[in-house]
């Protein structure tokens, strides 16, 4: 082999490592460190709209608890795979019920509503076990969540990640 094929050789070589390396790293970051999901409904409207595309911290509750407020990607409790966004409202040991448009925990309005609407129909009481969260989406109206799924709370272990900023098609960061 001539010192041209052998230069041309090393180069692909050198090429498929950087190709390699840059893949693994790729995956290892999209499966231990951050999500991407794109938003296929409605229900978190207006903060988080269809079709944005999201990026999800999944190490974020690795060394913190989740907040009262904290949208978040998590597996439905139901079916054990299907992904929902959600913000959290209630949180373990507390108990929740709706009542003419507002929503209550431990008796007390929920402050801040983090949307304005205001819900249609009353709820509750629920009352969230240890070590989980009920959820809600922003578009109390039209959201599938914690106030009419079978089980009705979401476990630490089943949370993905929070959702911390949209990317496309309008960056910004969720709140």
Known sequence: MNEKNRKFLTEILDITKI??????????VNTCLIANASVPTGSMETTVMTGDRIII??????FDSPKRGDIVSFILP????????KRII??????LKG????????????DPDY?????????GPFTVPDGC??????????????????NKYVSLDAIIGKAEFCYFPHPRILE
């Open 19 to 28: 190709f390699f390396t840059a893949l693994a790293i790729a995956i290892t």
């Open 57 to 62: 911290n999944r190490l974020s509750y690795k």
């Open 78 to 85: 139901d079916d054990g795979t299907s992904q929902y966004l």
């Open 90 to 95: 209630g949180l373990p040991g507390e108990t």
């Open 99 to 110: 009542k003419d448009g507002v929503v209550y925990i431990d008796g007390a309005p929920l």
């Open 115 to 123: 949307t304005d609407q205001v819900i249609n129909e009353d709820f």
């Open 133 to 150: 969260y009920f959820m809600m989406g922003d578009n109390r109206n039209n959201s599938w969540d914690s106030r009419f799924w079978k």
